[in-house]
């Protein structure tokens, strides 16, 4: 319905399917579940009674090119002189192809991302379009509605960060409104449709003086790898998205002791409006995955500014609701162990957390490398047990 | 005639009346302040707005606001807020508000780019509108027991305005920049998955094709760099070696064209390489190779095995002798008939 906000996840690393954000340690049931905190709730209230809820993919882009390398290799005949070479070409990309999961664990996902712009440039499109695609088909239920148009938070993480960042950046950016014309010639669009376009670039004032009519009320950036990763020069993407320009409430959510975000991390600049721009730093061990986003989203600290953003006021997260999420944040269930781990026994969590530390401590490149040396001791030795 | 002219009156209303109607009216949704819901004001209602504004007349549907006609409306709300606070005009939070819409109505400023929502920022306890870094924002401390102010609270309301005026003129652009992006994001898809499959290098090489602009289309043309491939071989100048054998080729360098891509989704294209080949029998080769879409074919000289200068080889892509596999049946049946009507001609 119009008159509800937008959320948008844009997932990290990792294979995953339709319907991800609704799978058991997705991003929604964890809100589900946070929402339980709170009397603006009511019990059994779902995120999508309160808001619009859409995920993005991007992670077949990753497996189609890996399919067609691997294709590619496979016609390839073993004979004659360059014989080995082809061998162990073909046995390279038939195990990336075939054993997927371990491929992105391992941070396959991120040198496709960071090492071809062709691939980057179809995430960052496929992201766009799914953006904008949504936002349009809400904006104009909102008009028939009367209703405001929904305002809209996205909640990235990991990888996805980056992902998002450089999107933004290409979308705010681009010079959108100079390709009608061809738009015209080329995009399949049935009659009407090719006349409400024609129209609607008539109603733009021209290519030049129109700005891209999206602000993102709020952008969470969870365990964010977007200066690691993103395809641009910081100075030129920060002062497209930060607040005030295109978002008007940005978050820099990390955990401490998660690897993944101290490679290089993203610094909220120094001109930026600190009380529209916030570092949200936590350090709850709830389960040994710390990198998962909806151990993040479990945390007041960090549902807690979602939901006021997403909600506010004026879709019933009160101030009362938000000031219980800060007080909650400070417990010591939130700010040390609980949930899964409350259970186990003290030695073993000590464990848990020396093997996070030093995985997070350890010196290493702050480049792509540098994180997928992490991400492979993260993999291995918190989420696999090795020693 | 008086009863005529009522008559003719009444279906003009009607008619201006469902003219009027392609476009909902908004609903009056003003802001909630520190807790505090704004009632609607008669004045600052859409009901009240909606005519004075003009909207009935400029709105297309389902809700495009030209942007022509922008500045006149909201040169229309800068003049009710006036005609509202005259008293008020002095105020700063009155001369931001209004200085930010002159400079949209005189052009200076797009309607897009100024945030006319009214920002609860729980966590500082305020309400902001208008945060702009020029000029600051108009601000609402929700802790301090401030009683309110009607210019406040008009400003908020007409915000609320403002923010649906600007919705009006953002259906047109988020229109265009959606129907682009599905073409974008279709025609970059096409490239990766119809054009030539470039190898992880030719990938990185024809990157320097692309612009620092995911709007403008990809690019036409594509280098062929060091690309390995699969095929067969055979000898057209001996008999006795002009069989089939495996054949491994590397282009070492290449171009290939698109034929008009966007038309095509990058199915089609037309090329030409240098080309290296490394077979069982006929050892290393070197030549020229052309392709037309997946199909490719070249011819390479190799050394002699038996003196008497080099011996060409012709070189068949997988794809090709795929399709000549697929069509054998046809090809045998063809090259059949052209043998008995050879005999025929011949036994007359």
């Known amino acids: 319905m119009a008159d509800r906000n937008l959320l948008f996840f844009v997932h990290g690393i990792g294979r995953q399917s339709d319907g991800w954000i609704d799978a058991p340690d997705g991003p929604v049931p964890a809100l589900e579940q946070a929402m339980g905190l709170y009397e603006c709730f009511a019990p059994g209230t779902k995120l999508r009674d309160v808001a619009d809820v859409v995920e993005v993919r991007y992670d077949d882009i990753f497996d189609e090119q890996i399919q067609r390398w691997t294709d590619q290799v496979k016609g390839l005949p073993p004979v004659g002189p360059g014989a080995d070479w082809v061998g162990r070409l073909q046995e390279f990309w038939t195990k990336a192809n075939g054993d997927g999961k371990t491929f992105t664990d391992f941070g396959g996902d991120v040198i496709l991302y960071r090492g071809f712009d062709l691939i980057a440039r179809s995430v960052r499109l496929r992201v766009n379009r799914i953006l904008l695609a949504e936002i349009y088909k809400r904006h104009v239920e909102s008009l028939a509605s009367g209703k405001r148009a929904p305002e809209i938070t996205v909640v990235a993480h990991s990888m996805g960060t980056a992902v998002t960042y450089d999107s933004l950046y290409s979308l705010f950016t681009g010079s959108w409104f100079a390709q009608g014309d061809e738009v015209l010639a080329h995009a399949k669009m049935t009659d009407e449709q090719k006349t409400n376009f024609a129209a609607a670039l008539k109603d733009i004032e021209s290519p030049a003086g129109t700005s891209v009519p999206v602000r993102l009320n709020a952008l969470m950036m969870v365990s964010n790898t977007s200066s690691l990763l993103s395809r641009w020069d910081a100075a030129r993407v920060n002062a497209i998205l930060k607040p005030g320009a295109a978002t008007r409430f940005f978050y820099n959510v990390n955990h401490t002791l998660d690897p993944v975000g101290k490679v290089k991390p993203f610094q909220i600049p120094s001109d930026w409006n600190k009380s529209r721009a916030r570092n949200v730093s936590v350090s709850h061990l709830h389960q040994e995955n710390i990198h998962a986003l909806s151990h993040y989203l479990a945390n007041p600290a960090v549902h807690g500014r979602l939901f006021g953003a997403l909600l506010g006021e004026e879709k019933g997260f009160t101030q009362a609701c938000f000031d219980r999420a800060m007080d909650l944040a400070t417990t010591p269930e939130w700010t040390g162990v609980g949930g899964a781990l409350a259970a186990k026994a003290g030695d073993e969590v000590a464990k848990l957390r020396k093997k996070l530390e030093e995985i997070a401590g350890a010196v290493g490149q702050d480049d792509v490398f540098g994180l997928i040396g992490k991400l492979d001791a993260f993999t291995r030795r918190v989420i696999g047990g090795a020693p | ?348």
């Not at chain 2, 915000?159 to 009006?168: D, H, P, T």
């Not at chain 2, 974008?184 to 990938?203: F, S, V």
């Not at chain 2, 089609?268 to 190779?289: A, F, P, Q």
């Open chain 2, 1 to 348: 005639m008086n009863a005529a002219f009522r008559w003719v009156l009444l279906l003009w209303v009607v008619v201006a009346a469902e003219a009027g109607a392609a476009v909902t009216m908004p609903a009056d949704e003003p802001p909630t302040i520190c807790g505090r819901k704004l009632d609607v004001s008669p004045e600052l209602s859409w009901r009240t707005l909606w005519g004075e504004l003009g909207l009935p007349q400029v709105l297309r549907d389902p809700g495009s606001l030209p942007a022509a006609e922008v500045p006149r409306v909201v040169r229309g709300v800068a003049a009710k807020f006036r005609a509202l606070h005259a008293q008020d005009l002095a105020r700063p939070d009155a001369q931001l508000f209004l200085s930010v819409l002159d400079d949209v109505a005189q052009g200076r400023r797009a309607i897009a780019s100024v945030d006319w929502g009214v920002v609860a920022n729980m966590e500082d306890r305020r309400v902001d509108i208008l945060e702009t870094e020029r000029e600051g924002a108009i601000r609402f401390d929700c802790r301090a027991a401030e009683a309110p102010v009607m210019v406040k609270d008009d400003i908020a309301r007409l915000a609320r305005v403002m923010e649906k005026i600007q919705n009006f003129a953002a259906t047109a652009p988020l229109l265009v920049l959606s129907e682009t992006l599905a073409l974008r994001e279709k025609q970059a898809n096409d490239l990766l998955r119809n054009g030539l499959t470039m190898t992880p290098w030719e990938m990185k090489l024809n990157e320097r094709f692309l612009k620092d602009d995911d709007a403008v289309s990809g690019f036409s043309r594509q280098i062929v760099f060091l690309r390995p491939s699969g095929g067969a071989a055979i000898n057209t100048r001996s008999r006795a070696d002009a069989s089939l054998q495996g054949s491994l080729a590397l282009e070492p360098i290449g171009m290939v064209w698109y034929l008009d891509p966007q038309k095509n989704d990058y199915r089609e294209w037309v090329g030409v390489s240098g080309l290296l080949t490394s077979s069982t029998d006929g050892g290393l080769g070197y030549g020229v190779l052309v392709r037309y879409g997946n199909y490719s074919a070249g011819l390479t000289l190799h050394s002699g095995k038996n003196g008497g200068g080099d011996d060409v080889y012709l070189f068949l892509g997988v794809d090709l002798l795929n399709l000549l596999d697929a069509k054998r049946p046809s090809l045998e049946a063809f090259v059949e008939k052209y043998r008995a009507e050879v005999r025929r001609v011949n036994l007359r």
